[in-house]
């Protein structure tokens, strides 16, 4: 895979994913990406583990966070 690559929505166990914050950064680099955004739903708690290890790794990271949303239905 080029180097050039980056996944800029995954999820990790502080939300609905199925790794922990810093098992995903090493998946992510394992599988050639450039960068990747850690984006769980409505908490920000696995970011601080998950920038530390991307920058043990040298993988470019954006902090994000997928925040929920409603919107009431007519009638």
Do not use: C, Q, Y
């Not at 994913?17 to 984006?39: D, E, F, Q, S, V």
């Amino acid at each position: 895979m080029p180097d050039h690559f980056v996944d800029l929505h995954t999820h990790s166990t502080a939300s609905d994913g199925t790794l922990a914050p810093a098992a995903l950064m090493r998946a992510a680099h394992a599988a050639g990406l450039a960068g990747i955004a850690l984006t769980d739903h409505d908490t920000g708690n696995g970011l601080k583990e998950a920038a530390a290890e991307a920058a043990k790794l040298g993988l470019r990271f954006v902090p994000g966070i997928e925040i929920s949303a409603d919107w009431p239905s007519p009638g």
